[in-house]
């Protein structure tokens, strides 16, 4: 058997979270060279959200190798003289993309030959625009979902003198499946009901109201179209954290419910559940854009009002934008296609595909130039002395980006101990978040 032709590329991925991990795998298939045979080692940022197996097998991306790691582990097995990296994903909040730039500055300091950082966001950037996008400066490569992040995105770095030539313009890694055609009458009585899906949030909205005056709408359209499949569609279970806190489950709260018989609580890959979604609600989530990818009637609540604090906002100028009554009554939104092709999405005639091709020509072309330059973020400590030393901190990292001193040490496993440590203390800030944080805040309220 002839040796391949293709080149080996080894590259790296530190996530925080199972959405993270999710668009940062995702994200580093997409954007290799197409010639290029990867080789993927993934790293998951030991924290709050740190995915469970559960959530990973439902992520559905497989990887090389696959371990939990702290932040200064990693700028250790990165700054190790026999790590053969290319390429370093970095898809993690933005304080964290901040500590390992400098951390992965000071490991690489003085070397000829460095991998390539990447880094970006995991869907819709609909709050702490400026604040998340310094953070991420640094990287040689910021990647922004649509035409429209690529627009703002540079206007921020140029807007206070940072280089904005990192940005590059993508789409989100995880659009595809199957278009949707329209719901068959016949599968209303055959196989298949029209169904309705509510993609629910960790985070928006975030009080116990608004919450439930979500799922009983919900509850509601499931009693009044019983020949509908009312589906919510839920990120995690009570326990697991994903990039958002999530302090009141709807697990939870549907248990003081008498759903109908045609509701139902539902898990498992989005782009399984799009299969045989006819209608998709939502606040503000990113499947909203996956539902539209698929020109699968979309409906943006504006129940709650439109408002930064839910996301739903980043939607005016959609044509999504409606209410549950309306959805009562039988409206089916029209996106408008001007705002559809902005966000990078139900692209015509395979230009989803080609959306990746400038990052990949990017790549090859800085991989082909062997040295780099040095790693250079916005923020040191003389452009931000009072907001970079905490962020360092957090992560076990001084100011100069080298480990302080007590920092988990990489070259051995932790012991049985630590590992019951690290699961309990988990389990009590989860514990915290869920029952104790909103006791706390229902008695302030008195």
């Excluded at 924290?47 to 696959?66: F, K, N, Y």
């Excluded at 697990?251 to 419910?257: D, G, H, T, W, Y």
């Excluded at 101990?417 to 944080?437: E, S």
Aim: overall charge neutral; some cysteine.
């Amino acid at each position: 058997m002839p040796a391949s032709t293709k080149k080996s590329l080894r590259v790296a991925v530190l996530a925080d979270s199972d959405t993270r991990w999710k668009w940062g795998s995702l994200t580093a298939n997409r954007i290799s060279p197409v010639e290029s045979d990867i080789r993927l080692d993934g790293f998951l940022l030991r924290g709050r959200a740190t995915p469970t197996p559960r959530q990973l097998e439902e992520v559905g991306v497989r990887a090389d190798s696959l371990r939990e790691v702290t932040a200064v582990e990693f700028l250790r097995e990165m700054g190790r003289e026999d790590s053969a990296y290319d390429v370093v994903v970095l898809a993690l909040v933005g304080g964290a993309v901040q500590a390992v730039l400098h951390g992965l500055a000071r490991a690489w300091d003085g070397r000829a030959k460095r991998p390539l950082v990447v880094t970006g966001y995991v869907g819709v950037v609909y709050e702490k625009l400026a604040d998340g996008l310094l953070l991420r400066h640094g990287a040689d490569l910021v990647l922004a979902n649509s035409r429209q992040d690529a627009d703002r995105f540079r206007a921020v770095y140029e807007g206070v003198g940072a280089d904005a030539g990192s940005v590059t313009e993508v789409a989100l890694p995880f659009l595809g499946g199957a278009a949707y055609t329209g719901h068959d009458p016949a599968a209303e009585r055959g196989s298949r009901p029209y169904t309705v899906v509510f993609a629910a949030q960790p985070s928006v909205p975030e009080n116990r109201r608004d919450r439930t005056y979500l799922l009983d709408r919900l509850i509601g359209h499931a009693r009044l179209h019983p020949d509908r499949e009312v589906l919510l569609k839920l990120r995690s279970k009570p326990g697991e954290h994903t990039t958002h806190i999530e302090e009141l489950p709807y697990q939870k709260l549907v248990q003081k419910a008498d759903p109908p018989a045609n509701f139902r609580l539902v898990y498992g890959h989005m782009g399984e559940v799009l299969d045989r979604t006819d209608l998709l609600v939502t606040i503000s989530s990113t499947a909203a854009l996956e539902s539209l990818h698929r020109r699968i009637p979309t409906v943006v609540l504006s129940d709650l009002g439109v408002r930064e604090a839910l996301g739903n906002h980043h939607f005016v100028g959609s044509g999504c934008l409606a209410s549950w009554d309306q959805l009562d009554a039988g409206h089916r939104p029209e996106p408008d296609p001007a705002w559809v092709a902005r966000q990078g999405v139900a692209a015509e005639g395979g230009a989803y595909e080609t959306a990746f091709d400038a990052a990949r020509q990017r790549i090859t072309a800085l991989l082909a130039a062997g040295e780099l330059p040095p790693l250079a973020p916005y923020y040191t400590p003389v452009t931000a002395p009072g907001y970079l030393p905490g962020i360092l901190a957090r992560h076990h990292l001084g100011p100069d980006g080298s480990p302080l001193p007590g920092a988990p040490a990489a070259d051995r496993e932790p012991s049985p101990v630590r590992q019951f440590v690290r699961k309990a203390a988990r389990g009590a800030y989860r514990h915290g978040v869920q029952r104790v944080a909103p006791v706390i805040r229902r008695m302030g309220e008195l």
